[in-house]
């Protein structure tokens, strides 16, 4: 029986020691502890934030806004150009004529003389503010002898085509002649000119 509890009792203190031993070894996590400060991270700075990846340029369209909550959208750059410069009207028929009556050469023998007989024929020039007039624009023939009216005649035209507007019709007789040109528009302008001359004997 002394034998049976020494060998009960060697037996306990084994097994104590062991477990004695089992507790004094440290756990594998607390050989190596892992810190829980985040002393070693690195945030992004305000650079990186700001410049896109590759992936976010790829996505984006020329014509995309980028706005951020609370801010106004961008005006688009685009401005319409402004309209060409209009070109200056033209002048317009308005105000008084000036009217030259422009007798013929044929037969004239002095300054303001023309041999009897003679068929000068006479044209018009007539100018307002565009230039010299044309169509739209009529003369009234007045000739007279004498200061008797010898001869009428309409030209429907201001500036002769290829003939004269106005024609002799039996020739010059000596004497004094006045021919008159009363000149009107379409544009209700008017004016006037005569021209006086003598008639020769041949």
């Known amino acids: 029986m002394v034998l049976l509890g020494v060998v009960a009792a060697a037996i306990g203190v084994i097994v104590g020691i062991k477990e004695l031993a089992a507790s004094s070894e440290d756990p594998p996590s607390a050989s190596a502890p892992v810190s829980t400060t985040p002393s070693s991270t690195v945030w992004p700075s305000d650079e990186t934030k700001a410049s896109p990846t590759p992936e976010e340029d790829a996505i984006q369209t020329p014509d995309e806004e980028t706005t951020t909550p609370g801010s106004t959208p961008r005006k688009p750059s685009y401005e319409a150009p402004p309209p060409d410069d209009q070109e200056p009207e033209s002048p317009q028929h ?49 000739l007279k002898h004498d200061g008797k009216v010898v001869q009428k005649h309409t030209s429907s035209r201001c500036r002769p085509p290829s003939i004269t507007l106005f024609n002799f019709e039996d020739g010059l007789e000596p004497g004094s002649y006045t021919l008159t040109a009363d000149v009107t528009t379409d544009w209700h302008q008017t004016g006037t000119d005569t021209f006086s001359f003598d008639a020769v004997p041949a």
């Open 94 to 142: 308005t105000g008084a004529l000036t009217v030259l009556v422009k007798m013929g050469r044929g037969g004239k023998v002095g300054p303001n003389s023309w041999r009897a007989g003679a068929e000068p024929g006479a044209n018009t020039e007539v100018y307002d503010a565009t230039g010299r007039l044309d169509t739209g624009c009529y003369v009234q023939w007045t």
